[in-house]
C-alpha cells in the first residue's frame, strides 16, 4: 500500500529534470519490447476518419509528436490508402526512431525524424524543429501527456500548439486514464523506494513498474476533467471533439480533437 504525502503545489526544474532523466531510461531500458508491444494501431484512431478530411491538392502535413516506432503512419497509410501525406516524426528515443524509419521506408511516404527531447524542448525554450516556424495540418500527441512532469509544463506544451499549426489545422491529443484500470493501478509503486521525494511531486503523480522483457520504472500523471479543461483553455485552439477508447476496458484513453480558426 501506498504511504500519503502532501504534494508540491509547483514542481522544481529539478524534480522535473529528475523525471524526465526516469523517463528517458525507462524508454532506453524497455526499447525492443516497448516497440515490439505498441506495434497494433489503437481502435480510437479510427474515429478520426472525419478529421482526416483534406481538400487541398497537397499533401495532408502530419507531425506526430512521441511518434515511437512511428505506428500511427502505417495506420494512415492502411486505413486511409487515398490519402496522401507527409509525416515529421518526434521522439527522444533513437532506437524507436530505428524502427520508425524501417516502417516508414516501407510505406513509401516523405517523410523526416527527429531525436528530440520534448521536456528539454519545453524548459529550456530550444527549436522543435530545425525548420522554425514549420505549420502542420494535423498534429497528434498519443501517449506523451502523462511523461510531462508538472502543470507548468504541460500548460505550456498547450500554449504552444496553435504555433504548429496551419489555419484549420487540427490536435489530437490522448490522456491516459489509467487509474480506473485496476491492472495498471496495482503498477504504482512508492517513489521512495528509487530515491524520489514524493512531496515535490504533484497531485497526482505516481511511479510505475514495468516487468515485461527488463524491470524499470516511469513516471506518469493522471490528468484529471478539471486539468484537462485548463489544459485545452490555455490552447487558445477550439475543442471540437472528444471520446473515450482502447485498452481492454475501451476507455483507456480520453482523446481531444482541437481545431485552429
Known amino acids: 500500500m501506498l504511504a500519503y504525502y502532501t504534494w508540491s503545489m509547483g514542481m522544481n526544474d529539478s524534480t522535473i529534470k529528475r523525471l524526465a532523466r526516469l523517463t528517458s531510461s525507462f524508454?532506453?531500458?524497455?526499447?525492443?519490447?516497448?516497440?515490439?508491444?505498441?506495434?497494433?494501431?489503437?481502435?480510437?484512431?479510427?474515429?478520426?476518419?472525419?478529421?482526416?478530411?483534406?481538400?487541398?491538392?497537397?499533401?495532408?502535413?502530419?507531425?506526430?509528436?512521441?511518434?515511437?516506432?512511428?505506428?500511427?503512419?502505417?495506420?494512415?497509410?492502411?486505413?486511409?490508402?487515398?490519402?496522401?501525406?507527409?509525416?515529421?516524426?518526434?521522439?527522444?528515443?533513437?532506437?524507436?526512431?530505428?524502427?520508425?524509419?524501417?516502417?516508414?521506408?516501407?510505406?513509401?511516404?516523405?517523410?523526416?525524424?527527429?531525436?528530440?527531447?520534448?521536456?528539454?524542448?519545453?524548459?529550456?525554450?530550444?527549436?522543435?524543429?530545425?525548420?522554425?516556424?514549420?505549420?502542420?495540418?494535423?498534429?497528434?500527441?498519443?501517449?506523451?501527456?502523462?511523461?510531462?512532469?508538472?502543470?507548468?509544463?504541460r500548460k505550456k506544451l498547450f500554449a504552444n500548439l496553435g504555433e504548429l499549426l496551419h489555419r484549420n489545422g487540427k490536435v489530437v491529443i490522448t490522456f491516459w486514464d489509467f487509474i480506473p484500470a485496476e491492472r495498471l493501478a496495482k503498477k504504482k509503486i512508492d517513489p521512495i523506494l528509487i530515491g524520489i521525494d514524493p512531496q515535490k511531486l504533484e497531485k497526482d503523480d505516481y511511479i510505475i513498474d514495468w516487468k515485461r522483457g527488463v524491470a524499470a520504472f516511469r513516471y506518469v500523471h493522471h490528468t484529471t476533467k478539471v486539468e484537462m479543461k485548463k489544459l485545452v483553455a490555455a490552447s487558445g485552439l477550439e475543442l471540437i471533439d472528444s471520446y473515450r477508447a482502447d485498452g481492454k476496458e475501451g476507455n483507456l484513453n480520453y482523446y481531444v480533437v482541437l481545431e485552429k480558426k
Do not use: M
Request: charged share 30%.
Open 27 to 153: 524508454y532506453r531500458k524497455t526499447a525492443a519490447d516497448f516497440s515490439e508491444s505498441r506495434s497494433f494501431a489503437w481502435t480510437g484512431w479510427s474515429k478520426l476518419k472525419n478529421h482526416l478530411q483534406h481538400k487541398s491538392h497537397e499533401p495532408l502535413q502530419i507531425l506526430d509528436l512521441g511518434c515511437g516506432n512511428g505506428r500511427f503512419s502505417k495506420f494512415i497509410k492502411e486505413k486511409f490508402p487515398e490519402l496522401h501525406f507527409e509525416y515529421t516524426g518526434i521522439d527522444s528515443n533513437k532506437h524507436l526512431l530505428k524502427d520508425a524509419k524501417k516502417t516508414l521506408k516501407k510505406l513509401d511516404v516523405p517523410f523526416s525524424l527527429h531525436k528530440v527531447d520534448l521536456v528539454d524542448f519545453l524548459l529550456n525554450n530550444t527549436q522543435l524543429l530545425e525548420e522554425g516556424g514549420r505549420r502542420f495540418d494535423l498534429v497528434t500527441i498519443f501517449g506523451v501527456i502523462h511523461h510531462i512532469p508538472s502543470f507548468e509544463l
